[in-house]
């Protein structure tokens, strides 16, 4: 690990020291893997890794956490949650993710405080000060810690930490829950969640890893990187797709042509 590496993750085990207990908003990508990981070297069994499950969580993810910490040996708690009965967040304001993630980390301040854990820490890094975060807000507005962002640690630096400490999940794709695929101002319903991590789930199963199904009412917009656009494109392939997705529900399927991106719902704003 480079010595500014070495340096980053220092101040985050200190950062996480002083907290003395710590309950981590935990959803198995690398962002939070890195911080449990630290958290229970540091802390042992006054960390705890909590993840909170919605309609918008999809299954696979839950696995994938739960192995993660049965693996690390730190103590796992899993909530049910229901975004969908918050009017703001059903309706998919541009600022959505502000109420789903004031009631989520609502409910893990309980379970910290039912585990007489004393903080509530979440995975921002640095990179997500340049993107239009709402759910930014209800983290501040809570005293949610965000250890990562304050250690300064960016994408690149966990990744690169993670792999040097052998985290499995060091190069897993990055992910963002499927309430995000929706274009603002269309109804979020359990029905188009399914629709959406089916056709996901059916990508991924052929080999694409990195990608995203953004719905459009009845149109199914799919991102991948541009390197997979001409292999999606291909006959066979792309055929296998589309009549995949018109089972699933879709009634159009259209491939965008500038890739998949991170935020691609926010350039309308």
């Known amino acids: 690990m480079t010595e500014e590496l070495n340096r980053k993750y220092d101040k985050l085990r200190e950062i996480i020291r002083k907290t003395g207990s710590l309950a981590v908003a935990f959803s198995g990508g690398v962002d939070s ?12 069994d006054k960390a705890v890794a ?26 796992h708690i899993v909530r049910r949650v229901d975004p969908l009965t918050e009017e703001n967040y059903r309706n998919n ?11 989520i980390f609502s409910d893990i301040i309980s379970v910290a405080k039912e585990n007489n854990i004393t903080t509530v820490a979440e995975g921002s890094n640095m990179d997500d000060n340049g993107d239009y975060r709402p759910g930014l807000r209800a983290i501040s507005e809570l005293s949610v810690k965000s250890p990562l ?15 040097e400490l052998g985290i499995s999940t060091w ?15 269309e109804e979020i319903t359990e029905e188009k969640l399914r629709k959406i991590d089916r056709a996901e789930q059916f990508l991924i199963e052929n080999g694409f890893l990195n990608e ?13 990187p541009p390197a997979d656009i001409p292999r999606l494109a291909a006959d066979g392939i792309r055929e296998r797709v589309n009549d995949e997705f018109r089972r699933i529900g879709f009634s159009y399927v ?14 309308t704003l």
């Open 33 to 44: 893997c890195l911080l449990i990981t630290a958290a229970y070297e540091v802390l042992g």
């Open 50 to 75: 909590v993840t909170a499950v919605d309609a918008a969580f999809p299954e696979r993810e839950l696995e994938d956490a739960r192995k993660f910490c049965r693996d690390l040996g730190v103590k």
């Open 93 to 103: 304001r541009p600022d959505r993710c502000y109420y789903c993630k004031r009631l």
């Open 149 to 163: 962002r304050e250690a300064g640690l960016y994408k690149e630096d966990i990744r690169n930490i993670a792999k």
């Open 171 to 185: 190069n897993k794709p990055a992910y963002a829950c499927l309430a995000s695929r929706f274009v603002y101002g």
């Open 212 to 224: 995203r199904v953004r719905i459009h009412g009845n149109m199914a917009r799919i991102e991948v």
């Open 254 to 267: 259209a491939l965008d042509m500038q890739g998949y991106r991170t935020g691609s719902m926010n350039e």
